[in-house]
T-cell receptor, first 112, second 117 residues
Framework: TQLLEQSPQFLSIQEGENLTVYCNSSSVFSSLQWYRQEPGEGPVLLVTVVTGGEVKKLKRLTFQFGDARKDSSLHITAAQTGDTGLYLCAGARGGSNYKLTFGKGTLLTVNP | GAVVSQHPSRVICKSGTSVKIECRSLDFQATTMFWYRQFPKQSLMLMATSNEGSKATYEQGVEKDKFLINHASLTLSTLTVTSAHPEDSSFYIC?????????????FGPGTRLTVT
């Protein structure tokens, strides 16, 4: 069973601070997705990274895929209260069914 | 963009009864759908992979006779929780794997909150 270690599990910060969430694995993934989930709702896809070393930006969010495609990070600049939520990373190993392996999630709380 | 719907969004049932949850891909065809279970403040736990026209593949520890999955078309998969018990109370989420807006990804439904009394 391949594991995707996500850290930190819980993060509580003040509005305006920066933060980074990490996902690490000993396995290579063909792609890695980052999702954000709010209570009582399904996860919403933020980004998919495919190429080793790839960096994608989504407004204040920066996503990076490791060169070896075994790890990824999500950096949020100047966090806002609206960023509060559960952030999930998920790796795909390819194949036709696109089965994902999820990290345990990072519950982010941004305080005003 | 890709949309996946689930019905119902919330259901309360009595212990011993069965509950069916529907998952539909609304604007793309999904040959594969996935069913997850999620406990509060925790990540998603994959229960089974639903393949159109064939039997579902269940993850280790998931009872296939209790959680019946049917994927009758390219846009619909159903999960039936049979003889539900209070410990089956959870948030059930489906996802559909497919190509939408030029992107291949897994798109998630909004989830179904099941409460067994």
């Amino acid at each position: 069973t391949q594991l995707l270690e996500q850290s930190p599990q819980f993060l509580s910060i003040q509005e305006g601070e920066n933060l980074t969430v990490y996902c690490n694995s000993s396995s290579v993934f063909s792609s890695l997705q980052w999702y954000r989930q709010e209570p009582g709702e399904g996860p919403v896809l933020l980004v998919t990274v495919v190429t080793g070393g790839e960096v994608k930006k989504l407004k204040r969010l920066t996503f990076q895929f490791g060169d070896a495609r075994k790890d990824s990070s999500l950096h949020i600049t100047a966090a806002q209260t609206g960023d509060t939520g559960l952030y999930l990373c998920a790796g795909a190993r390819g194949g036709s069914n696109y089965k994902l392996t999820f990290g345990k999630g990072t519950l982010l709380t941004v305080n005003p | 963009g890709a949309v996946v719907s689930q019905h119902p969004s919330r259901v309360i049932c009595k212990s011993g009864t069965s509950v069916k949850i529907e998952c539909r891909s609304l604007d793309f065809q999904a040959t594969t759908m996935f069913w997850y279970r999620q406990f509060p403040k925790q990540s998603l736990m994959l229960m089974a992979t639903s393949n159109e026209g064939s039997k579902a593949t269940y993850e280790q520890g998931v009872e296939k006779d209790k959680f019946l999955i049917n994927h009758a078309s390219l846009t619909l998969s159903t999960l039936t929780v049979t003889s539900a018990h209070p410990e089956d109370s959870s948030f059930y989420i489906c996802s559909a794997s497919g190509m939408a807006s030029g992107k291949k990804a897994q798109y998630f439904g909004p989830g179904t909150r099941l409460t067994v009394t």
